[in-house]
């Protein structure tokens, strides 16, 4: 059974596309049924192009990326999430849709690398980039198919303390 994984933040255009390539890329490289997806509260429409290049210089495909809503994934027809993680303080701090299934939810913020000065932008990507990949391969090292939803929810609090 595949463990469903959405992760937000408010515009879907760097964090938190960053985090759904940075898990999916891994996880199929290891075998594991863990599928990422990306969505925003209030999505920009286009996808940072300096988050696009962050995943190829990781040697991440870039392909098929889209700035999204999250209501896509209150749907009927929507995949139903296991796991739901904000990582942006913005995205935290709304008041989200109801999910099926009542995922557990939890914050791993990151300051957003859009912000950085022109000059130090694609660094900063990177370093987001390296900061999100460590918690996304702690997530993967979980028995996320034997974890209750109360241990996964100790679980993903103490990665997001990492």
Same mark, same amino acid.
Request: proline share 8%; hydrophobic share 35%; with cysteine.
């Given at each position: 059974?595949?463990?469903?994984?959405?992760?937000?933040?408010?515009?879907? !255009? #760097?964090?938190?596309?960053?985090?759904?390539?940075?898990?999916?890329? =891994?996880? /199929?490289?290891?075998g594991k049924g863990v599928r990422a997806y990306?969505?925003?509260?209030?999505?920009?429409?286009?996808?940072?192009?300096?988050?696009?290049?962050?995943?190829?210089?990781?040697?991440?495909s870039s392909e098929g990326y889209r700035s999204?809503?999250?209501?896509?994934?209150?749907?009927?027809?929507?995949?139903?999430?296991?796991?739901?993680?904000?990582?942006?303080? !913005? #995205?935290?701090?709304?008041?989200?849709?109801?999910?099926?299934?009542? =995922?557990? /939810?939890?914050?791993?913020?990151?300051?957003?690398?859009?912000?950085?000065?022109?000059?130090?932008?694609?660094?900063?990507?990177?370093?987001?980039?390296?900061?999100?990949?460590?918690?996304?391969?702690?997530?993967?090292?979980?028995?996320?198919?034997?974890?209750?939803?109360r241990e996964l929810q100790k679980a993903l609090?103490?990665?997001?303390?990492?």
């Open positions: 059974m595949t463990t469903n994984v959405l992760i937000l933040c408010t515009h879907n !255009s #760097a964090r938190s596309v960053l985090s759904e390539g940075m898990l999916n890329h =891994p996880a /199929k490289k290891l990306s969505a925003g509260s209030a999505p920009s429409g286009r996808i940072n192009p300096t988050a696009l290049e962050a995943l190829q210089n990781a040697g991440v999204k809503s999250w209501d896509e994934f209150t749907e009927a027809d929507a995949p139903e999430m296991r796991i739901v993680i904000t990582v942006c303080d !913005s #995205a935290a701090a709304e008041q989200c849709p109801y999910w099926p299934g009542s =995922p557990v /939810k939890v914050h791993w913020g990151y300051p957003d690398p859009s912000n950085a000065p022109e000059s130090d932008k694609k660094n900063a990507f990177e370093l987001t980039r390296q900061a999100i990949a460590y918690r996304m391969l702690q997530l993967l090292q979980l028995p996320l198919e034997t974890m209750s939803n609090t103490e990665i997001s303390q990492s």
